[in-house]
């Protein structure tokens, strides 16, 4: 009967309900308050008063929000924080939490249960736009105490990215264990979330609170991803939200009580801003990965519900397979164009030597790890769906492993690695797609570097031998048990962890081997046994007749634009299309750095007005426009320019189909997000 009385009384009394939240939000800002390091310069890894204060104004109204602003006052005056800096803090939290609050019950049919895409990605859209209007009032606010006018561009970037981090990492639990917190499961669903929580929980404890944060020289952030993975597969947005609070919670806690690398950093502040980036490019990849995720399941649930007759069955199989395609591709796309930004950002970090270089080089092998992986997998479902074509053409070898040792080299290069390449006097041809059999021994080789300890040699050899090109991948590494020869072109199922190194999954070799067998060659592996080293074998069949590339492939090699086209020494004159701000601002910035002229447009009209004005050499298009296609674009710009504008699209649509589609209707190169300004600018070199 209580329960009955109080929840009337919080409907009819504006006053209980205001009361109430002021102590609940106060008692959350004043536990925060604890979360700040000592030597942090008043910046801690994550603040969650910001998640809760969006949570507070979505359920119970935007009319409480003097709750959020009596609490901060109350609480920081008893802290002996000064009254300007009091109310400037409290005016910026509450307007984060309104401004948050209002976008998101205002935004067309979001749901806290976080089930869908549409409702992870207006989250991560509030949460953007809320903390750059608190970071930018709590920087104007510090100027004008200062009475110097001036704006502290290092206080409100770490303002904004830790209330950013705060709200993508912490506002999915309270949003959704708020809507529901209640729930039934199995006793073998109990088990499987204690699994994976649980390994979730010591992975946190071991990265945040002691200082045993890798095995080896692998971070235990590679391991992590694996059971994330898991929480989206299976648990839903609720596991997955309870994964980031607990990462983001637990590094904060590990940070301030635990005896981590971090904790003890010389320059805490920079060291933090490195976590932060960490957690909030986890959150802003697993979010819309399980809202995608979770959109399936409930699609194949109600399609299942519907099953009854064989046309329905029918159909049914036949709507899945359009929908796997159709997930494919939209897994792509969200998880590139998050990656994009972050890249860039970090890119220009380093060119102007912000940051420990060491944070730097962690965050950017953590991208480029998700990315290959990304790719790996995608290559694997479209072989394994038998929807990987390959384009064929006449191949030198020597071409093939030139541009293989360039892309293998940066890593090679940070593990300290003796690269030896051993290669025929003359030209040996084969017949196949020259992308895919680099791919091949990419792969070989970044395998071979993970397991040889730093220092290693690794030799690439290639001969002639009975009509066959015999290439040979050799390491002075780990090595490999007999026992587990047989398996190690297994994906996923050749993951056993040895003494030195975690298995991994094993998608790069499986995919290496695929791709092998599609060239009607073969791949073989060979080891003494551990610390013996390792040898991958790798044959491809020699055509009997030699045939040269036709015409259209060299002109395609050399450049497909005429002399009138070439960059004049000052640089070149460069119109940057992109619907993602973020990624368009910082991409324009790396192509300023270099020394080009940069113009950005951030729809397809704006970019044939700029066009028009600027009169560009080079145009990076993105396909997926808000007000029209890419291709359209591309079509129109070459009606106008013809020749002398090249066209480059860059894009997070990655599939075969994707590319082909964009080089008919005149695009030069087509580049998959995320990408490198040391790969644009190379596209741009060979189109000049």
Known sequence: ??????????????????????????????????????????????????????????????????????????????????????????????????VGAYLLRNYVGFSPHIGRLRDALG?????????????????????????????????????????????????????RWGHRPFFHKTRNEVLEGLAIFGSITVLTFFLFWTPYGSIGIISLLYILIIPLIWAALRAGPRGMSLALFIIALGGAAGILFGFGPITHSANLPQALFGVQMIIGTLAFIFLPFTSITEERKEAVTKLERHVGELEVALQKISSEDQAKSDFIAILAHELRNPLSPILSGLELLKSKQHGPPDVLHMMGAHLHTVARLLDDLLDMSRISQKRLKLQREPVEIHAVMAQTVEMVKPYLDSREHHLQVELPQKEVWVDGDPVRLSQIFVNLLNNAAKYTDPGGTIVLSVTEQHGEVVVRVRDTG???????????????????????????????????????EMHSGSIAVYSKGPGQGTEFVVRLPIP???????????????????????APRGGLTVLVVDDNEPAAQGLALLLKNNGHTVTVAYTGAQAIRSAMDTQPQVALLDIGLPDMDGHDLATKLRERFGDKLALVALTGYGQEQDRQKALRVGFAEHLIKPVSIVDVERVLQELF
Do not use: C
């Open 1 to 98: 009967m209580l329960p009955q009385v109080l929840r009337q009384l919080l409907k009819r009394s504006f006053v209980v309900r205001l009361l109430l939240a002021t102590i609940g939000y106060g008692v959350v800002v004043t536990g925060s308050l604890y979360l700040v390091p000592a030597g942090g310069s008043g910046a801690s890894l994550v603040w969650p008063p910001a998640a809760a204060g969006v949570a507070l104004l979505f359920f119970g109204g935007l009319e409480l929000w003097p709750a959020i602003a009596i609490a901060f006052f109350v609480t920081l005056f008893a802290h002996d924080i000064s009254p300007p800096l009091t109310a400037i803090t409290a005016i910026a939290n509450v307007l984060e939490s309104v």
């Open 123 to 175: 989250l991560i859209l509030s949460s953007f736009v809320s903390t750059l209007i608190s970071a930018s009032v709590i920087t104007i606010g510090v100027g004008l105490i200062n009475h110097n006018g001036v704006l502290n561009g290092d206080l409100w970037v770490g303002i904004w990215i830790g209330h950013l981090v705060s709200l993508i990492s912490m506002a999915p639990f309270v949003l």
């Open 478 to 516: 780990i090595g490999i048990e007999a026992e587990r020869l047989n398996k190690i072109f297994e994906p996923f199922g050749a993951s056993e962890k040895t003494e030195r190194r975690p298995g991994g999954l094993h998608i790069g070799l499986s995919l290496a081997k695929r791709i092998a």
């Open 544 to 566: 009997q007749e030699r045939v040269l590339p036709f015409e259209g492939t060299l002109k395609r090699i050399r450049g497909r634009f005429s002399k009138n086209s070439i």
